[in-house]
């Protein structure tokens, strides 16, 4: 499975705006789908939002919809996910990765999960 590299979590007011990142580390990204995903505390795995191999193709968990963006950059091995408008909801570990080949990965299908990167929306 391709090695990814979160980053960019940390603690956040409500309303306020993170970046996150997801670095392939073993290899290119493309023609790889990624998916991030989220766990809360308590709370079972879930998906967030995935964006296909080209970027052509995003989708996102109704949860989000509107308020975050997934991108990728395939020259720079890089896939991104824009959060605007969080709430305390957000708060979770969140965590990227790689599709099988150029379908979405979902919980049941990643084998190995990276450490996350951590965000809290607190006052």
């Known amino acids: 499975q391709l090695q990814l590299v979160e980053s960019g979590g940390g603690l956040v007011q409500p309303g306020g705006s993170l970046r996150l990142s997801c670095v392939a580390s073993?290899?290119?990204?493309?023609?790889?789908?990624i998916g991030w995903f989220r766990q809360a505390p308590g709370k079972e795995r879930e998906e967030v939002s995935c964006?296909?191999?080209?970027?052509?193709?995003?989708n996102h968990a109704d949860s989000v919809k509107g308020r975050f963006t997934i991108s990728r950059g395939n020259a720079k091995n890089t896939a991104w996910l824009q959060m605007n408008s969080l709430d305390a909801e957000d708060t979770a570990i969140y965590y990227c990765?790689?599709?099988?080949?150029?379908?979405?990965?979902?919980?049941?299908?990643?084998?190995?999960w990276g450490k996350g990167t951590p965000v809290t929306v607190s006052s």
């Open positions: 964006i296909s191999s080209s970027g052509g193709n995003t």
């Open positions: 073993s290899g290119p990204l493309y023609p790889f789908a």
């Open positions: 990765a790689p599709g099988i080949g150029r379908v979405c990965p979902s919980i049941t299908t990643v084998n190995q």
